[in-house]
């Protein structure tokens, strides 16, 4: 869903972005789903193996530094990604280099929640649950006031985590609740899991409260709105992306579980473990990480549907097909590179020790010149 939405979005021309065409509208709504499941299911997955069998120990369980050291890697690596090396070789720094995108927002929301983690460990998990559910409801609630906000008071590289008003694609608010939403919804996944029924009971739960949350919440905000007189309820109704987003996430958590047994596929699983680099290589082709060359520079809206269809499907072959074998020799590449890194160090020391001993003598013979040194 990634793949060909950023392929379909960034390349299709905008003469055949037609809310009317069914096809285009269905692919419109299917493609608003990607993000806040990306976001849930990393919250999920993260918190589901940080608190696994290890309840109340706190900086002792690995998963804490782990995740801390994942959280920062993924910060690097998104900042890493938006880095023009032909600017910097210019000694510019392009304003792009300071946009937020999703690795951002997932990065820092990993380390959130080991935050919040950390100060709910004395308690049970409940409070570590009802805390991450009462920080992602507030987010959403409250999204139409601080969406207006332009925290100008803070600097660019600051500021664009919180607002969109320079570029960033997404925002550590509201993203972080769709995270922190995951991981409440892993805690009672690692309570409940081995109980009976728990898996029909949890499939028929989310498909309720799924629907109710895409067909019935702006209903519920506008009725509360017209009852109290407050604004902030209208303001959530005439634009509930976030509500029923998260519906859509909640439906599409019920049909994974019901899928499930049919998943187990070696690849799919593979492809599943590989999400990051699937990223990263696909940024890297479509937009030109590193180089600017990428297909969003000279592609950029200007394909048509017969062109743009099958080149996204190519797009999500190649790309998936890199990254399963880049992890498939990871260990021979970080080798290779580790060696080559180890092998410039040693020339560069090497340059530097012969230019000391060739320069050295003679900067002391220039300083005899002029009386400045005697020996």
């Known amino acids: 869903m990634m793949l060909q939405g950023h392929f379909i979005d960034g390349l299709l021309d905008t003469a055949f972005r037609d809310d009317s065409n069914i096809g285009y509208s269905i692919w419109k709504y299917f493609r608003g789903i990607t993000a806040p499941v990306f976001f849930t299911v990393s919250g999920f997955i993260f918190t589901f193996l940080l608190v696994k069998g290890k309840d109340g120990q706190c900086f002792s369980n690995p998963r804490v530094k782990k995740g801390i050291k994942r ?5 690097f690596i998104g900042y890493l990604l938006r880095t023009n090396f032909m600017g910097l070789l210019n000694g510019q720094i392009y304003p792009s280099f300071y946009i937020v995108d999703v690795l951002h927002c997932i990065g820092l929301s990993l380390l959130g929640i080991i935050g919040i983690y950390l100060l709910t460990y004395r308690k049970r998990n409940l409070v570590f649950g009802l805390t991450l559910s009462a920080i992602a409801i507030v987010l959403f609630l409250f999204e139409p006031l601080y969406k207006q906000w332009g925290f100008s008071f ?4 600051f500021a664009n985590y919180v607002t969109k008003a320079n570029g960033s694609v997404f925002t550590i608010i509201p993203w972080f609740g769709y995270a922190a ?7 009672i996944f690692n309570k409940l899991r081995d109980r009976n029924y728990f898996f029909p009971l949890t499939i028929a739960s989310l498909l309720a409260i799924g629907f109710a949350l895409i067909k019935l919440s702006s209903p519920f905000f506008l009725s509360i709105s017209e009852a109290t007189g407050i604004k902030l309820f209208s ?3 005439y634009n509930n992306y976030l509500f029923i987003r998260l519906g859509d996430v909640f439906v599409v958590f019920a049909i994974f579980m019901v899928l499930e047994r049919l998943l187990q596929n070696r690849t799919l699983l593979k492809i599943g473990q590989s999400t990051l680099s699937i990223y990263v290589v696909h940024f890297i082709i479509l937009y030109g990480s590193f180089t600017g060359l990428g297909l969003y520079r000279f592609f950029h809206h200007s394909l048509n549907p017969y062109v743009a269809i099958p080149g996204a499907v190519a797009f999500m072959y190649i790309s998936t097909y890199t990254a399963l074998k880049y992890e498939d020799h990871k260990e021979e590449i970080k080798t290779q590179i580790a060696k080559g890194t180890e092998f410039t160090m040693k020339q560069i020391e090497f340059a530097a020790i012969y230019s000391y001993n060739t320069i050295k003598p003679r900067i002391i013979r220039l300083l005899r010149r002029f009386g ?3 020996n």
């Open 235 to 237: 303001d959530i109704f």
């Open 181 to 187: 939403l995951g991981a409440s919804i892993s805690l």
């Open 372 to 374: 400045l040194a005697k």
């Open 71 to 75: 959280g920062l890697e993924l910060l």
């Open 154 to 157: 803070l600097p660019q590289a």
